[in-house]
């Protein structure tokens, strides 16, 4: 089969900035003791671990555990509207991003939104960077539909060349994944973020100035230095979908089942959006590990005895990935290509860490399993709980060594994610609980 690539799509680049100012088991009376909600076409949708829209079970795999699901956009006001699956859910970043059928990007989407312009009747378009690459688009406006929610008239991103090309200012932010397949290809018709952040910039691509992090472009022309950066206003940026329901808004729940240790081809849970706002979400035994304005916390790993303080919880990076094999002493696999970044140790590992939010909040104990990377790949699943690899940080994104709970977390346990200044039966959000 073909050895999936490292997927971390964290947007931790933006984290600081966009802040706006364990439940393991089968049973249980809610969603804090991992029972799956069933899809109610109200405010929980099917969740679906496959191999992609480019895999299919037990065929080579173009996607390991990637938790997708199918969003409907339309037109603002309209019935004019398109159906898209395999839309990865992510909590580490917020907004909707699909690519575009234009004949290059090779996604889904084909549907005529209408732009998001500037004063001056300019395009407005995003570099949005992920710790894997960046995606770079128009910005354009929809009513979004998941499940029985709808945000109406929020501002998504459409993943496309075709009207603007690429800035030279997002070369830096690594791999263009502005396609479907390729060696960089996004391997997914889109990102649907759900993380703690309302907007996916915040204050600091509001204000013109050395502090805007130049994510947001104006478009003037379609020649190559035709867009140039911008300041645009929070309520306009690309926002958690979420965060914009009128009902259900301050979170959502990622409810997945466990699977055997070899993996499993697929695997079907659900989404669950509101926290306590209905009988289906509520946190039951669930514990809160809230989070700061980089929506990160403290994981300690007593193998070191040492604690990593911006760690966070990752439902769109496929492994758990963390620290190095110079620190863990777990070997790291051979080859090239990506799968060197990932763990491969001689037997499967049991390990042990916590998770702690602010001062004073109590630590999450955390049993997780690592296999070898090269085995868990040529067994032709998707879903696995073991997969992990390295978090060594990145000197360019200004990241410390840490730990990235991905999908892999996620299998058995109900996770939930709190929106910034949300109101929960938890205290106000941001957080994370399991």
């Known amino acids: 089969m073909t050895e999936p690539r490292v997927r971390r799509v964290f947007a931790s680049a933006l984290s ?170 996004l391997l997914a018709n889109g990102i649907l973020g759900v993380g703690t952040f309302v907007q996916d910039c915040g204050p600091a691509c509001a204000t013109a100035g050395s502090g805007n992090p130049g994510v947001y472009f104006a478009c003037g022309s379609s020649a190559l230095g035709g867009c140039v950066e911008t300041a645009v206003a929070a309520a306009d940026q690309v926002s958690n979908p979420v965060a914009r329901f009128p009902t259900d808004d301050n979170g959502v729940i990622v409810e997945l089942p466990s699977v055997p240790p070899g993996g499993a081809p697929t695997a079907s849970g659900s989404l669950v959006f509101g926290i306590g706002t209905r009988s289906n979400n509520g946190l039951g035994s669930a514990v809160i590990i809230p989070v700061d304005d980089k929506g990160t916390f403290t994981t300690l790993f007593p193998a070191q005895g040492t604690q990593y303080p911006e760690s966070f919880i990752d439902s769109g990076s496929n492994g758990i990935y963390f620290l190095s094999g110079t620190v863990t002493g777990i070997p790291n696999c051979t080859g090239t290509g990506g799968i ?68 892999a977390f996620f299998y058995g346990r109900n996770v939930f994610t709190a929106i910034e200044g949300a109101a929960t039966p938890g205290g106000t959000g941001p957080y994370f609980a399991y």
């Open 16 to 185: 600081v900035i966009a802040a706006a100012g364990c439940g393991d088991g089968s049973g249980g009376a809610n969603a804090g003791n991992n029972r799956i909600a069933p899809p109610d076409g109200v405010n929980v949708v099917a969740i679906v671990v496959d191999s992609g829209p480019l895999g299919s079970a037990g065929a080579p795999v173009g996607y390991v555990n990637g938790a997708f699901v199918t969003v409907t956009v339309c037109v603002p006001g309209t019935a004019n509207c398109q159906a898209i699956d395999h839309v990865l859910v992510d909590t580490g970043s917020s907004g909707l991003r699909l690519l575009a059928n234009d004949g290059r990007a090779g996604g889904e989407l084909s549907l005529g939104l209408p732009p998001l312009e500037d004063v001056a009747k300019k395009a407005v378009a995003e570099c949005f960077p992920f710790v894997d690459g960046f995606t770079w688009g128009q910005v354009q406006l929809a009513d979004v539909r998941v499940g029985g929610e709808m945000a109406a008239g929020i501002a998504v991103q459409v993943i496309g060349e075709a009207a603007y090309p690429v800035p030279d200012q997002c070369l830096g932010f690594g791999n263009d994944e502005d396609t479907l397949e390729g060696t960089s290809g």
């Open 340 to 407: 060197e970044r990932f763990y491969c140790p001689p037997g499967p590992l049991t390990l042990s860490a916590a998770n702690q939010g602010a001062a004073g909040t109590p630590t999450v104990p955390v049993s997780f399993g690592i296999a070898n990377a090269k085995v868990l790949f040529g067994t032709n699943n998707a879903a696995f709980s073991n997969l992990g690899g390295e978090n060594a940080g990145s000197s360019s994104l200004n990241l410390p060594a840490s730990f990235d709970w991905g999908l």
